[in-house]
T-cell receptor, first 112, second 114 residues
Framework: DSGVTQTPKHLITATGQRVTLRCSPR?????VYWYQQSLDQGLQFLIQ???????AKGNILERFSAQQFPDLHSELNLSSLELGDSALYFCASNQGNDETQYFGPGTRLLVL | GENVEQHPSTLSVQEGDSAVIKCTYS??????FPWYKQELGKRPQLIIDIRSNVGEKKDQRIAVTLNKTAKHFSLHITETQPEDSAVYFCAASDPTSGTYKYIFGTGTRLKVLA
């Protein structure tokens, strides 16, 4: 157990819908990173937050947004869902430096 | 931006043999290189990491080597066991603007044949 939690574990929804994925970082970690992993693909960096502020953006679609709250948990919002958004979504956390990132168990999203 | 290339994409070895996975990175400013193991449907788990001021690091059957001049690093697994079968990802930290986000390689599917 990495100490990073994610909910829900599984999510099934329809095209055009909107979902919210939640991540709670390890105790003491200030930074949250979101990654997308499509079937049999690598991990694509989406976005990073540090202590409530956006720090870096990767290949994140405009339909996707995220935020980090004062208690440091983070939410990834995915809207106008398409079939191709089906993937595993992981968050990871660390203290916002070049220390190890610890991954949560992921949320498996299936868009039908 | 940083780019990480990983080879091979698949690797099959006999139990007890060694396995080597290689990665090349593009940004000479990268200074932290972790390796993650991911079993099917599970989270990536750190198995070993190395910093740019170190050339080699070992942890039991696993070792990582780093060649800063050539900008490549490798994972070595000796005496492979069936439970080593998984997908392995290398990554390089991208220190641009203080973000330290990871750029991952495309993964290597390792199969250890009993």
């Amino acid at each position: 157990d990495s100490g990073v939690t994610q909910t829900p574990k599984h999510l099934i929804t329809a095209t055009g819908q909107r979902v919210t994925l939640r991540c709670s970082p390890r105790s003491g970690d200030l930074s949250v990173y979101w990654y997308q992993q499509s079937l049999d693909q690598g991990l694509q960096f989406l976005i990073q937050y540090y202590n409530g502020e956006e720090r870096a953006k990767g290949n994140i679609l405009e339909r996707f947004s995220a935020q980090q709250f004062p208690d440091l948990h983070s939410e990834l919002n995915l809207s106008s869902l398409e079939l191709g958004d089906s993937a595993l979504y992981f968050c990871a956390s660390n203290q916002g430096n070049d220390e190890t990132q610890y991954f949560g168990p992921g949320t498996r999203l299936l868009v039908l | 931006g940083e780019n990480v290339e990983q080879h091979p994409s698949t690797l099959s070895v006999q139990e007890g043999d060694s396995a080597v996975i290689k990665c090349t990175y593009s940004d000479s400013a990268s200074n932290y290189f972790p390796w993650y193991k991911q079993e099917l449907g599970k989270r990536p788990q750190l198995i070993i990491d190395i910093r740019s001021n170190v050339g080699e690091k070992k942890d039991q059957r696993i070792a990582v080597t780093l060649n800063k001049t050539a900008k490549h690093f490798s994972l070595h697994i000796t005496e492979t066991q069936p439970e080593d079968s998984a997908v392995y990802f290398c990554a390089a930290s991208d220190p641009t603007s203080g973000t330290y986000k990871y750029i991952f390689g495309t993964g290597t599917r390792l199969k250890v044949l009993a």
